[in-house]
């Protein structure tokens, strides 16, 4: 029987994310105010910043999409619906640890490039995992799965490892 569960999770804006908007409407404006010293061009300055502007500002809308097919994992970016790019694809026969996530861990995994891909960007009330992939190398990944999505991973981790995460259920 195959097993394919997805679920969709919306990055919460932070507080970086307001200072790169504020960033660009100030700088947007800047261009803008600069470009009447040029009358000439100074219209086809201000429909190309109102562009550009709305395209960085709309591209802070951010989305997650957890795909588990037959323990294949595959976290894609979902840019403003208008973009998907792949974040990771890991088997889950290759986890090598999973738990609810801390920020010390981080620190203890030095040598895995951490991937966030939870609701905020500090990643409190999110899991994590670490394997080592041929494509990617030893990653850690945070991310924010429902019940389903650790159901469906649960049948393809290592025995050692779904035990120490889940316990004998």
Known sequence: MDIFV????KKKFSTKDYLIIAAIIIGGLALIFA???????????????????????SARNVEFEYSVTNGDITI?????????????????????????????????????????????DS???????????????????VFDPEERVLEAIKPFMPRQVAFVVFGRH
């Not at 999110?126 to 990944?141: E, I, M, Q, R």
């Open 6 to 9: 997805e679920q969709i999770v």
């Open 35 to 57: 470009s009447f010293l040029i009358p000439a061009i100074s219209f086809l300055v201000i429909v190309g910043v109102i562009f550009g502007a709305y395209y960085l500002i």
């Open 76 to 120: 894609d970016k979902i840019i403003n619906r208008r973009s998907r790019k792949r974040v990771v694809s890991v088997d889950a026969h290759d986890i090598e640890d999973m738990g609810k996530f801390r920020p010390e861990i981080v620190k203890n995994k030095s040598g895995y490039t951490p991937y966030y891909t939870a609701q905020t």
């Open 123 to 141: 990643g409190e009330n999110s899991w994590y995992f670490c394997a080592h992939t041929s494509k990617y190398g030893n990653v850690l990944v």
